[in-house]
C-alpha cells in the first residue's frame, strides 16, 4: 500500500483509502483526477480485491489503456489484465454480445457508426417521400440520439408532447415515424448504433433480473472517470450495476 500512496498529496491520500460506500472526488483539470483514480482501484487490489470484480468507465479508449499502463506498473500486468476497464460503450458492447438473445440479437451484431445511421436515415426519408432539404439525416439523426439517450422508445417519443411539439416548430413532425422504422430496420439487420449499446444495456438491466443481479454481483466495485459528463442513460447503467453495494467512486470537474 506503501508504493500505492507515493506521490501522492494528503487529499488524494484519502480519496484512495475510501474504499466503502460512495465517493465523490471533484477537482479542477490537471490535479490529479485521474492519477487519484488509478491509485485507487491499485488500492482496492492491494487490499485484496480481485480485479474482475472492479468496473472502471471512461470515456476515451485512450484514457482507459493509460489507466490500465498506470495500474499495471503499480500492480503488474499479470493482474491489471483482469480489470474491466473501458468506455461506457466498449463495456456494454462486451456484456450485450453476452447476453444478446435475451434482446432479440444475435452475438454477432453490427454496430452502426454514425456514417451507417446517417445513410440508413436517408433512405427512409426517401422512401417516405419526404422533403430532404427539411429531413436533413444528421438533423433527424440528432433527435432520435437525443430520444435514445433519455430512454426514450419510439412509442414513448410519439405519445411525448415536449417532444413531438418541438418537431412541428422545427417543421419536422415525422421525426417519431422515421425513428420507429429506423429502429425497425436496425433490428432486422441485427444491427445497433451506438446510442442502442447505451439503451439496450438500461432495457437488459432493467427488464431482466437474473441478468442485473449476475452484474451487480461481478462488479464489487465501480469507478466513472470525467463523470460530469454522463448523460441520463449512462447515469442509470452506473447506479443500477453500483447497487446493493454502493461501492461507487466517480471523479468529475463541477466547472465543466
Known amino acids: 500500500m506503501t508504493k500505492v500512496l507515493e506521490g501522492l498529496n494528503p487529499a488524494q491520500q484519502e480519496a484512495v483509502q475510501t474504499m466503502s460506500g460512495p465517493v465523490l472526488i471533484l477537482a479542477g483539470a490537471g490535479s490529479g483526477k485521474t492519477k487519484t483514480l488509478t491509485h485507487r482501484i491499485a488500492a482496492l487490489i492491494e487490499s485484496g480485491v480481485l480485479p474482475h470484480e472492479i468496473l472502471a468507465l471512461t470515456f476515451t479508449n485512450k484514457a482507459a489503456r493509460e489507466m490500465k499502463s498506470r495500474i499495471a506498473g503499480l500492480v503488474g500486468e499479470h493482474v491489471a489484465r483482469y480489470l474491466w476497464m473501458g468506455t461506457f460503450h466498449s463495456i456494454c458492447t462486451r456484456i450485450l454480445r453476452q447476453e444478446a438473445e435475451l434482446l432479440g440479437y444475435t452475438r454477432d451484431f453490427t454496430i452502426y457508426d454514425t456514417t451507417d445511421s446517417k445513410s440508413v436515415i436517408k433512405h427512409i426519408i426517401k422512401d417516405m417521400q419526404l422533403d430532404e432539404k427539411i429531413y436533413k439525416p444528421n438533423v433527424v439523426l440528432a433527435r432520435i440520439s437525443l430520444a435514445k439517450n433519455q430512454l426514450l422508445s419510439p412509442t414513448s417519443y410519439s405519445s411525448n408532447r415536449e417532444y413531438t411539439m418541438q418537431d412541428r416548430f422545427a417543421r419536422i413532425p ?10 425497425r430496420r436496425l433490428k432486422a439487420c441485427n444491427a445497433m448504433d451506438f446510442d442502442d449499446l447505451l439503451m ?34 449512462q ?10 453495494q454502493n461501492n ?3 471523479v468529475g470537474d463541477d466547472a465543466q
Open 174 to 183: 415525422e421525426v417519431s415515424h422515421i425513428y420507429m422504422e429506423y429502429n
Open 248 to 250: 461507487i467512486c466517480v
Open 235 to 244: 447515469y442509470l447503467i452506473v447506479k443500477t450495476l453500483a447497487e446493493p
Open 200 to 233: 439496450n444495456m438500461n432495457i437488459l438491466l432493467q427488464q431482466n433480473k437474473e441478468v442485473r443481479q449476475k452484474y451487480q454481483e461481478i462488479f464489487q466495485y465501480v469507478l466513472v472517470d470525467e463523470y460530469q459528463d454522463t448523460n441520463y442513460s
